[in-house]
């Protein structure tokens, strides 16, 4: 028998035809940040028959051709699922999906709130024809390529925050037939690109001043509760829609006194007026140093002529001269603070020139804004101007806070909050916390609200003025999982706060006050919770500009909707809790703050740990009734958290062990960050949310392992 031989020429061959294939699919492989961002997408994706070639594990997007998905090299790139007829979220990790520049999900059933993260390089974002809720993310703030955005047709609701600061490349923007309210963000002015806004179809109020300058040639704002006039720069728009709205009849008000009206010019009539302008500039000057030069010699022969009494004159005029910088301290209190209002958004040149005039010139001119700038225009000072008038020490010094009157809020009357409780009657009594009461507000239409009723003693020593800036910076706060204050009362001694009620109460009686009649909190859900609750706190510690402490997380001040998603209350009171003399509660305090100020941005971190320990174990911060050792949560949990047959013994037996073994072990790892004993190695919030998110990927693998799979958890 012969034995066929392989020439080394042909084996050769063989290598070379085979290689290229080898090395392509090498290269090609998906990155796997992105292969993990798809996975977690798919699990929270239905119905998973319409997503072709998607895995919950793994996978190689770029090559498997997987639906929806096209790819440049090793990188996802472009994402477009739109009108599958999805229902379900997007999940949690779409911040990895970095190289994408097209994400497109419009025309589905998805529901919940936009994922807080997007993809951070997107230019074309489309969100539209769905379910969404919550408010429009602040995440959207830091995509600076995004050139288009649609969130038509959800289910937005709240205000817009001002976001837009960086959005210089965005040319159309569609938020129309959604629930937004509030009014228009003065951060709008910087979309210098914007061509096509629609706006129409939701609950905007207030005036459209803030668009006047903007370049738009496609402009919707219909059906919504906008006042005041329609700017004449507006008028000559292409596209214009502006009916259902609150307009005023009759012709437009002047301008305030120095102000000149918007005009909307092209680049090439904006460089000849600057050119004219310029000229006039030049030919002033030079007629001002001819006079100046006149007066100079007049004077000098007026002084040599005069008497002293004409010297002692001319003596105090001369103190009245621009030559001398004026510094802070020599304008009183109320007109600096003043001038710090009215002249954050005047220009470099117009600083400059009052920061070298003289104390008679610039309250001359302080005193001239005064009377132009009227109640309008202060309605209109953007959010982040007044978050970044306060910080938590001006909180604690009344003395360096801004006073303003302007609230945009609705202003309850005592009378009424009276009848709706029932004179405040103790079978309205919803709780009480470190700084007051909460009663629940009954009215004839069905509206039902929380009020929470500050103790008077925290307005001793002419502090009552404080209550009207906490209302002010409350009403700035806009996030999903924040309890955002709708109202305020404040008559005859009395300081209220109003909020919307939410019927399922606190996470504190749903882990602790349990019934015959409540259901336990599935795993998944005290995951969304801890998730919720962490970006809470994230947007007060790392978006707010100063920074906000809160001071007195707890689950009793994490009160839950009908979906069981958290919102955090008593954002923006810490003043007060720093004022309490029992501020400090037992199992919640971080070791450091051995007084309410000694609280930092890592002492918030150390309370959501507590927070989290309670969602694992059930169990209270503090228990007198528990054996010594174990009475105080932190102590007794802490050496246990990275044991995994200690886990399984602490969860909280309300699970039923229905819960992922690995979830409850990365869980119970972030928990143990946050409640280092020393500050420094605390994670920030913006790191505990990622962590949160993190731990519960990969469920159903997980849940494969339970002791128990039949397992009923809600939709997560």
Not at 129 to 157: C, E, H, W
Not at 342 to 350: L, Q
Request: charged share 20%; net charge neutral.
């Amino acid at each position: 028998m012969m034995m066929m031989m392989i020439s080394p020429c042909t084996f050769l061959c063989w290598i070379i035809l085979t290689t290229p294939f080898t090395v392509h699919v090498v290269l090609s492989k998906t990155d796997p940040r992105q292969v993990s961002a798809l996975n977690d997408m798919y699990q929270y994706l239905n119905p998973r028959d319409k997503l072709a070639g998607w895995k919950s594990n793994g996978g190689n997007p770029c090559d498997d051709s997987w639906k929806g998905i096209t790819c440049s090299g090793s990188d996802v790139t472009e994402i477009n699922l739109s009108g599958l007829g999805l229902t379900g979220s997007l999940g949690f990790q779409l911040d990895k999906l970095d190289k994408v520049t097209y994400f497109d999900v419009s025309k589905n059933n998805l529901k919940d709130n936009i994922p807080y993260q997007l993809p951070p390089h997107t230019q074309q974002l489309d969100l539209s024809g769905n379910q969404f809720t919550g408010t429009v993310p602040y995440s959207i703030s830091q995509m600076a390529d995004l050139k288009s955005l649609n969130l038509n047709r959800n289910k937005l609701s709240g205000s817009l925050s001002d976001i837009f600061g960086k959005l210089t490349k965005l040319t159309t923007m569609d938020l129309s037939y959604n629930s937004i309210s509030g009014s228009l963000p003065q951060g709008l002015k910087s979309l210098s690109s914007l061509s096509k806004l629609h706006i129409q179809n939701n609950q905007f109020t207030g005036s459209i001043d803030v668009l006047a300058d903007l370049s738009l040639d496609n402009l919707n704002v219909a059906n919504n509760q906008f006042n005041g006039w329609i700017p004449d720069e507006l008028k000559d728009i292409k596209h214009l829609e502006t009916g259902g709205n609150r307009w005023s009849s009759g012709p437009a008000p002047p301008p305030p006194p120095g102000q000149k009206p918007h005009t909307r010019k092209s680049k090439k009539e904006s460089g000849k007026s600057g050119l004219s302008k310029g000229a006039i500039a030049g030919i002033l000057v030079g007629v001002l140093v001819v006079l100046g030069v006149i007066i100079a010699l007049l004077s000098r022969r007026k002084r040599s002529s005069s008497n002293s009494s004409h010297f002692l004159e001319e003596n105090k005029l001369s103190r009245r001269q621009p030559f001398t910088p004026l510094s802070s301290q020599e304008l009183s209190s109320d007109v600096h603070a003043k001038m710090q209002e009215d002249f954050k958004d005047s220009s470099s040149a117009t600083e400059k020139h009052l920061q070298t005039s003289s104390s008679m010139g610039l309250r001359r001119l302080n005193s001239e804004r005064h009377k132009s700038f009227n109640k309008k225009e202060m309605a209109n000072v953007p959010a982040s101007d007044h978050l970044k008038a306060f910080n938590d020490k001006e909180f604690a010094n009344p003395s360096n806070v801004k006073r303003s009157s302007s609230i945009k809020i609705p202003q309850y009357s005592l009378a009424d909050l009276q009848n709706a409780t029932g004179n405040f009657a103790g079978s309205s009594l919803l709780g009480e916390g470190l700084i007051g009461r909460v009663y629940k507000a009954k009215y004839p239409d069905g509206r039902v609200l929380a009020v929470k009723k500050i103790d008077s003693s925290f307005f001793q020593d002419g502090q009552r003025t404080e209550f009207t800036e906490v209302v002010n910076i409350m009403s700035k706060f806009h996030h999903a999982n924040i309890v955002e204050v709708i109202g305020y009362c404040s008559e005859q001694g009395q300081n209220m706060l109003i909020f919307e009620y939410f019927r399922n109460g606190s996470l504190h009686e749903f882990l602790h006050v349990s019934d015959d009649f409540s259901k336990p909190l599935t795993w998944n859900t005290r995951v969304r919770i801890a998730l919720g609750t962490a970006r809470a706190l994230e947007y007060l510690h790392e978006v707010c500009s100063p920074s906000y402490l809160h001071k007195n997380i707890r689950t009793s001040n994490i009160v839950l909707d009908a979906e069981l998603n958290p919102h955090l209350c008593e954002c923006g009171l810490a003043m007060f809790h720093e004022r309490a003399s029992k501020n400090l509660n037992a199992g919640y305090t971080a070791p450091e703050c051995t007084k309410p100020s000694a609280y930092t941005l890592k002492s918030d971190v150390y309370s959501f740990g507590v927070v989290m320990l309670e969602l694992l174990t059930g169990r209270k911060p503090f228990d007198s009734s528990k054996q010594r050792s174990e009475q105080y949560l932190v102590q007794w949990a802490s050496p246990q958290l990275h044991d995994l047959d200690a886990l399984e013994r602490m969860a909280d037996p309300a699970l039923r062990g229905l819960y992922p073994p690995k979830s409850l072990s990365r869980f119970a790892n972030v928990t143990a960050l946050c409640v280092q004993s020393e500050p420094e190695f605390r994670p920030n919030m913006s790191e505990v949310a990622r962590l949160v998110q993190r731990s519960n990927m990969s469920q159903r693998d997980d849940l494969s392992a339970s002791r128990r799979t039949n397992d009923d958890d809600d939709d997560y």
